[in-house]
């Protein structure tokens, strides 16, 4: 007589992820005599799940090459360089408005002062009319 085949529980289907990963036969492990209740399925699923972190995590740090830490530590640099000559041509462009201000101002003072100069001419020439 044939067993029926149940759902697997995630706990299994783990376990036959990582057996597959592995290159193990699933049928070397029995589930259900692992697990005896939900409460220690819920802890080995947390086991797993913090194992599967560890690993995912390893293999990452495992892939970034030396090569791609140095081409992204200068163009780490590149970045800074970049945003400190920018900072100073801001600094700059901002001197450069207020001496435009400034210039802009003294022109205004020195049109005023001509208008006044040309009025008291203006002034002093109708008084001399006989």
């Not at 819920?42 to 892939?63: D, F, Q, V």
């Amino acid at each position: 007589m044939r067993e029926k085949k149940q759902p697997l529980s995630s706990l299994s289907a783990a376990i036959c992820a990582t057996s597959a990963i592995m290159n193990l036969p699933t049928e070397t492990f029995n589930t259900q005599s692992v697990v005896a209740n939900k409460g220690e399925e819920r802890k080995m699923n947390r086991s797993l799940s913090i194992l599967t972190g560890i690993i995912l995590s390893a293999t990452l740090i495992g892939c970034s090459s030396s090569d791609e830490v140095d081409q992204m530590q200068q163009l780490t640099n590149k970045v800074d360089m970049l945003s400190d000559q920018v900072g100073a041509l801001q600094s700059q462009q901002d001197q450069m408005a207020g001496a435009v201000n400034d210039a802009r101002a003294a022109s205004d003072a020195a049109y005023q002062e001509a208008m006044r100069a040309n009025q008291r001419i203006d002034n002093i020439a109708s008084s001399y009319s006989k």
